[in-house]
């Protein structure tokens, strides 16, 4: 057997001598001619030739650092532009972009792809690109350190208005190993091997006044110092404006408290006879929500205009539903209820509360909130000006400020004035009572106090009414827009709701006031919210050493 594993060896020895050293990417040679003018432009042509070996590809992409900094830190933006290109000396279309502080340039079909050795030549220039360090002097990162491939031979050769001095440098960044050979004679320098990650820099030094033109530290031009104190200005405007919003509805929320507290609270033992629970429940908190839309259409079941079903109980792995039909017309109740009604069966007798319609039923619910707010205002109890949304929109304002102050002010900063102007508006705009309201708030409060007391409090009331099915039915309404409605229910354990409760289908061996309340308030609540919701996310060029410079880069295949 150990014969068979020396064949095995041999013939595997054998393939792997035999396949070419071209079968890997590479460049097998960079050369690049630099022209420098007396302006003190910079001309180069690179001849790059790229080895795709076996790989098919579509061409190479080339980039260009064209934004630079210096080892004190200064920073330098030469013109730079694509001049030309051609692919085995003919000229191609290419596509050229930025990426960050780099120009890009793609060459290639991508309809097509090639194999094996191609000469790309690449033309561009630089506006200026000499700086003035002991004489006109010119730092040229040649290959730069950001090709994918090695590179097997590079050069550069260097024309200018008179011969230059010249250094070079390659290997690792940094490195002060001048690994290179310079033809003082023909300006030309030479290096091989320039591994990936490597780089290959040339140093031309000229007597200074060589060039007419040196390249300068980019310095910031005096009219964006301008635009930057307006913007300052502005930002700083837009916060001081949402602060000064955050302390009108401070202001406002505050007497609009001192006021509540002026109020003398007395049990009553009735709704006020000029409110829906719909209206009560706005009323007692400034708020038009959910809570309200559910207590609507409770009421409209006790009042005998529609019959509520839970047609599948909740369990562990079920979620209840329920099915709402029509008795009669809604035309006995008031606007705003006869509203939310005909929205919600949209023309239908019965209805499932998960098959309403959510493309047109949340709108319609905004809708009907904000004719709570104006049915209030109109009835004399808020002033005109009052819009209920302002606390949400105050509330968001704590977001921007912080948002302001971030690191990423001009990002979001400017923003803070028309957000703060609006602000400004709409905390004027906070809701506020009028002394009618105030005085209707009391009673609603008195009328919650009655709905939610105990039992050993209840007694405290005298003249309060005897507890009967139908006075269960008729308050819980308003219970549920109040937020009291399981103290409510507490009320009338022992006591045999079901007799008042033709307007609810469900389960009747568990027909207590306590089961019923959070069966409605719990997931009757939940279907119809669910129900209701839309459908719908570089280095520096001191010198010395490898790496640095101007031009640089990198690339390879596509």
């Not at 200064?74 to 050229?96: H, I, M, R």
Request: proline fraction near 4%; glycine fraction near 10%.
């Amino acid at each position: 057997m150990k014969w068979l594993k020396r064949v095995v060896l041999a013939v595997v020895v054998t393939a792997a001598m035999s396949v070419p050293a071209h079968a890997a990417e590479q460049i097998s040679n960079f050369d690049s001619k630099v022209t420098v003018q007396q302006s003190g432009r910079v001309d180069v042509v690179e001849t790059i030739t790229y080895d795709f070996g076996y790989a098919s590809r579509h061409g190479i992409y080339r980039y260009i650092p064209v934004v630079y900094r210096d080892d004190k830190g200064n920073l330098f933006k030469p013109g730079f532009s694509f001049d030309e290109v051609s692919v085995d000396g003919q000229a191609v279309d290419y596509t050229t972009k930025n990426e960050g502080d780099n120009k890009v340039i793609k060459i290639g079909d991508p309809n097509r792809t090639i194999t094996g050795s191609h000469v790309y030549t690449i033309t561009y220039h630089f506006d200026s690109l000499l700086v003035d360090k002991d004489g006109d002097l010119l730092r040229l990162n040649v290959t730069g350190r950001g090709w994918t491939v090695p590179i097997t031979k590079a050069s550069v050769t260097i024309n200018g208005p008179s011969t230059p001095k010249l250094f070079c440098y390659a290997g690792l960044v940094g490195t002060k190993n001048n690994d290179c050979t310079i033809n003082s004679a023909t300006s030309a320098v030479t290096t091989t091997g320039v591994g990936i990650g490597n780089d290959f820099t040339v140093e031309a030094l000229w007597p200074a006044g060589t060039v007419a033109n040196l390249l300068l530290p980019y310095k910031t031009p005096w009219w964006v110092g301008v635009l930057f104190l307006l913007a300052v200005v502005y930002i700083l405007t837009g916060v001081g404006l949402i602060i000064a919003a955050l302390v009108r509805w401070v202001g406002i929320r505050g007497a609009e408290k001192r006021a509540q507290n002026d109020q003398t609270i007395i049990a009553q033992y009735g709704p006020p006879k000029d409110l829906n629970p719909g209206e009560l429940g706005v009323l007692s908190d400034n708020k038009a929500t959910l809570v309200e839309v559910t207590a609507t259409l409770i009421q409209a079941a006790v009042l005998g205009y529609i019959k509520i079903e839970q047609t599948v109980e909740k369990s562990l792995l079920k979620k209840a539903e329920y099915t709402l039909t029509k008795l009669k017309d809604f035309t006995g109740l008031s606007d705003n209820e006869q509203y939310l009604l005909t929205a919600v069966f949209g023309g239908a007798s019965t209805i499932a509360l998960k098959d309403i319609d959510k493309t047109t039923v949340p709108a319609a619910i905004k809708k009907y909130q904000s004719t709570l707010n104006e049915t209030l205002k109109t009835k004399g109890f808020y002033t005109k000006t009052s819009k209920f949304s302002t606390p949400a929109a105050i509330g968001g304002l704590f977001i921007l400020i912080f948002l302001v102050f971030t690191p990423f002010v001009f990002l979001v900063g400017f923003a803070a004035l028309p957000i703060g102007l609006y602000a400004y508006k709409r905390a004027g705009q906070t809701p506020r009572r009028t002394a009618e309201g105030l005085t209707s708030w009391a009673y609603v409060e008195g009328f919650k106090l009655f709905l939610s007391v105990t039992e050993k409090d209840r007694l405290a009331f005298t003249d309060a009414p005897a507890r009967t099915p139908k006075q269960f039915s008729t308050f819980l309404p308003y219970a549920i827009a109040l937020g009291v409605e399981k103290e409510w229910a507490k009320q009338f354990e022992g006591i045999d709701v079901a007799k008042s409760m033709g307007w609810y289908g469900g389960n009747a061996q568990a027909f207590t006031a306590g089961y019923l309340v959070g069966t409605l308030s719990g997931s009757f609540a939940s279907n119809v919210a669910s129900s209701v919701a839309p459908e719908t996310s570089s280095g520096g060029f001191g010198g010395g050493s490898s790496g640095g410079g101007f031009s640089g880069g990198g690339g390879g295949s596509w």
